[in-house]
């Protein structure tokens, strides 16, 4: 059993910047995946970016890509979200994700995650 716990968050303006922090407990395997998806209003839960055990290895979704930063210290188990320039679309509760895997090809999908943290809202607007 993994247990994940989010913190950042809250309400910024356009333009402006938050961070996000995912960490897991309980976690004792070399190789993972942490993901955040995001879910606003009405809308289903989508992919945001990604990063696997793999050094480098990590995925974007193209609405984010370059405005949005993954990083992860596997010492700490924990993932980091920057997230830079934020939009209005942007604004959604944030869900961090993990799974086991070995594959260095980070998954997109929720399906393939069996362990959620319980999110977090962020809200941009002016």
């Known amino acids: 059993q993994v247990d994940l716990v989010e913190s950042g968050g809250g309400w910024v303006q356009p333009g402006g910047s938050l961070r996000l922090s995912c960490a897991a407990s309980g976690s004792n395997l070399d190789y993972y995946a942490f993901a955040w998806f995001r879910q606003a209003p009405g809308k289903e839960r989508e992919f945001v970016g990604g990063?696997?055990?793999?050094?480098?290895?990590?995925h974007y979704a193209d609405a984010v890509k370059g405005r949005f930063i993954i990083s992860s210290d596997h010492t700490m188990n924990s993932m980091d979200l920057r997230m830079n320039n934020l939009k209005p679309e942007d604004t959604a509760t944030y869900y961090c994700a993990y799974r086991y895997s070995l594959q260095t090809i980070v998954a997109t999908t929720t399906s393939q995650y069996p362990y959620w943290g319980q999110g977090t809202q962020v809200t941009v607007s002016s």
């Open positions: 990063i696997s055990w793999s050094p480098g290895s990590t």
